[in-house]
């Protein structure tokens, strides 16, 4: 069973930047898709960020939620099956419970944000902005 382990949360002030990470371990070549979930204090889980790994004739792929293109970025390490968010210019509105997920289905742009896809969660790594 695939484990994912969450990093990298803290309390900063508005404008401030942090670099999550999400650590997977156990069968990880059955990954496909890992995502970056996000939930606000009395809000819905939302997708932030995804990296679809490519297969077949499909390539490597990254998804943003339009509200955070440019202050967004994922990266991956695969020597340390670890993915990174690295979140800027950090919004007291980003304030909330960043989780991982993977999920051993494709992704694309149209699929990549609904949770229901992916069936391996983290625990969560919190994130704090104050104005």
């Known amino acids: 069973q695939v484990q994912l382990g969450e990093s990298g949360g803290g309390s900063v002030q508005a404008g401030g930047s942090l670099r999550l990470s999400c650590a997977a371990s156990g069968p990880t070549y059955s990954i496909l898709c890992m995502g970056w979930f996000r939930q606000a204090p009395g809000k819905e889980l939302e997708g932030v960020a995804a990296?679809?790994?490519?297969?077949?004739?499909?390539?490597?792929?990254?998804y943003y939620a339009d509200s955070e293109k440019g202050r967004f970025t994922l990266s991956q390490d695969n020597t340390k099956n670890t993915l990174y968010l690295q979140v800027n210019s950090l919004k007291p509105e980003d304030t909330g419970m960043y989780y991982c997920?993977?999920?051993?289905?494709?992704?694309?742009?149209?699929?990549?944000?609904?949770?229901?896809?992916?069936?391996?969660w983290g625990q969560g790594t919190q994130v704090t902005v104050s104005s």
């Open positions: 997920a993977a999920g051993s289905q494709p992704c694309d742009e149209r699929s990549w944000f609904y949770s229901e896809r992916y069936t391996y």
């Open positions: 990296f679809y790994t490519g297969s077949g004739n499909s390539g490597a792929a990254t």
